[in-house]
């Protein structure tokens, strides 16, 4: 398992400081974590949500330039992102945000990355390593009291 951040932990407290220096109520945080176990698709999904939130999203091409450089030299082939679909038309991400940027060429049900950043779908029963992802929120409650006592 390899941590790919992008705020270590002890950065998630400066960055909770800045939240409050600049009087912002809710900050969201997410850190990338690389799993080199090879699991199927479905697997790979099932461990994510129970020990992360999900496989990862990818939703633009320099959401897939950080991962992939935070990832350098971590993995040969590819590894599983949380792209799949039901039916011959309709992709969906894992965690239910929209598909706004593909990188690919698509015939199969799951898909993957490549060291190279593009995208491969396969059939979804192949091993590969993965990414998952684990969303962190921050909510400064005492400033959230205050907006509320304004209105």
Known sequence: LQRLTLFTLGM????????????ISFCFYREYYFVNTSLSWCDALTYCQNNYTNLVSIQSQSQSNQILSLAQNTFKDAAWVGLSRTDSQNWQWSDGSNVTYTNWERDLFCAAINVDGTWTDFTCSTNFYFICY??????????????????
């Open 134 to 151: 684990l969303d962190f929120f921050y909510f400064n409650v005492s400033l959230l009291y205050f907006k509320a006592a304004q209105w």
């Open 12 to 23: 998630f407290t400066f960055w909770t400081m800045l939240c409050d220096k600049l009087h």
